[in-house]
């Protein structure tokens, strides 16, 4: 989805604005290290329980809750502080980005929330889901983009990347679900 961003904003926009947005996008998806950290640790243990038979409602739960409490610092520091942040890291000309910053952060934060779902899919063997749920998101990210990026420029991009993600995460809880 980011390199469709990039590619689409190279096309209407200046190498200046791609350049802050390559900074940062990097940036907000910080705070999707967490879900991805305890996608990879559920990952086997809730397919172990799963092929014994067992419940795994609670282990989805608790894989859930982690992802909740332990991104929701690091969506709000992110939030709260964009501007402060990417001036300190990258210097005062990629500040501008900070609105870029805190919706890719904010939809990623939520996307994380379907990281358990995901793996519900993988478990169940469900992968034509996951492969259709990535085709949607990235057909709709470009479709997105060339409305949005025109009009609107960064935040444009962003938008459409934020629409996306969260459009996959509520595809894979429904079908989880």
């Not at 305890?38 to 397919?47: G, H």
């Not at 409490?69 to 980005?97: C, E, M, N, R």
Request: aromatic letters at 16%.
């Amino acid at each position: 989805l980011i390199w469709m961003d990039t590619l689409i904003l190279g096309f209407f926009l200046a190498s200046e604005y791609v350049g802050i947005y390559n900074v940062a996008v990097p940036t907000a998806m910080l705070v999707y290290i967490v879900p991805t950290t305890i996608r990879t640790i559920f990952y086997p243990v809730m397919t172990e329980e799963y092929a014994k038979n067992n419940s795994i409602t609670g282990l989805f739960k608790s894989g859930t809750n982690l992802i909740l409490f332990l991104s929701l610092p690091i969506a709000a520091f992110l939030a709260l502080f964009s501007k402060q942040f990417l001036s300190i890291f990258f210097g005062t000309d990629y500040v501008g980005g900070y609105i870029v910053l805190v919706i890719i952060c904010l939809s990623y934060f939520i996307f994380g929330l379907s990281n358990t779902s995901n793996i519900m899919l993988y478990i169940k063997n469900k992968t034509k889901f996951v492969l259709f749920n990535s085709f949607v998101a990235v057909v709709l990210n470009v479709i997105l983009n060339i409305i949005l990026i025109s009009k609107y420029g960064l935040v444009g991009a962003a938008i459409a990347t934020g629409i996306s993600v969260l459009v996959r995460g509520i595809l894979i809880i429904s079908e989880s679900w």
